[in-house]
């Protein structure tokens, strides 16, 4: 008898028969590595399958199978997607070629007419998205301070169709009350949008909350490595995942195999990653408050953020950014030419620490007088931690903010 009939783990035709965990019953954790798609159905593979494939032979034309085009739907692809459904408690996920793709496609949404409120501080791609791309298709939006719920409320117009968050928000991390904002906007039928970049599911769950749509720019956290460009969203309700679905397939912005493969490798890490690098966070956060050559330093853990009552309400943890003043444009740059040990470029969200420049990278697409008045000033900087020692991170900053003083 062969060993795989003694322990029953197979039968004759090698299909698995291992029995799966009960997905309501294990924490989240766990629920990186055993998430239901994690083993191969067919032959007990502990990897996902690469269906690398463009279409799908019909056995029988009168019943097709579940697959049968790949922008449509792609094995891989669906084992990711489930996946993400799964980690951020919504009904259905779906995978794009990168975060811009992901946001683009939950917008086409809405229609020509229709108003949108968003985060004052939103990352400078949705910026750009919104006011030179959608602005020319009759939407409309208005950027307000989210922190001030007076001022979200003060937004609507009748034509409102929807309120988009981030929170923490990028690069200042302010802080919005997501309960807030959906019951609010529940009252007046608006659709809620949140994307959750910085926090991962790991750390933050809208739509637990109430948010409608949950969003990622999952080359940074969730993929890891820096080795992959991918978007994720995640619809709390059938209706939304439908009218997700369409858009996904009519547009046909969706993520390549290769792609969804390497994304799931780098989730399955994601709780270890993130929890190592919120602890080098909070240490790099103190480190630079006590610096008199410091003019701000913006992180959700530190005693003295003001969003970080509201934050501790909403999320598990403090996150791996850290943002900081260092006075002028003059000593960032030179900042990030003495630097030896992170990566200065855009991005965030690696295993390497990134140090990045908001208002030549992430940012650039905003005017230098709209970027100034939503706190991005040329002196601020933007630290991804990552997994290093983070004394020597801490050196390494030491002696660069001492170069050209």
Known sequence: MSQDNQNGQS??????????????????????????GEID????????????????????????PRHDYSRSGNPTRQ?????????????????????????????MMLSAGDHIIVTEDVYGGTYRLLTSILNRMGMECTFVDMTDLAQVKGAIKPNTKAVYMETPSNPTLKITDIGAITDWAKEHGLLTILDNTFMTPYYQRPIEQGVDIVLHSATKFLGGHSDVLAGLAVARTAELATQLKQLQNGLGTVLGVQDSWLLMRGMKTLGARMTHSEKSAEKLAAWLTGRSDIKAVYYPGLLNHP???????????????????????ERAKQVLNAVKLPLVAVSLGAVESILSYPAMMSHAAMGEKVRLERGITDGLLRFSVGLEDIDDLIADLDQAFGVHR
């Open 11 to 36: 039968n004759e035709l090698g299909h698995t028969n291992r029995k799966k965990a009960n997905l309501d019953e294990i924490r989240f954790e766990t629920k990186l590595l055993h998430f239901g």
């Open 41 to 64: 159905a067919a032959t007990g593979a502990s990897s996902v399958p690469l269906y690398q494939a463009s279409t799908f032979h019909h056995e029988d034309i009168f019943d097709p």
């Open 79 to 107: 084992v990711l997607e489930d996946y993400i459904a799964l980690l951020e408690g919504g009904v259905q996920g779906f995978a794009y070629a990168s975060g811009m793709a992901a946001i683009s496609s939950t917008f």
């Open 307 to 329: 969003g970080r009552e509201i934050h501790e309400k909403q999320s598990s943890g403090y996150g791996a950014v850290v943002s900081f003043d260092v006075g002028s444009g």
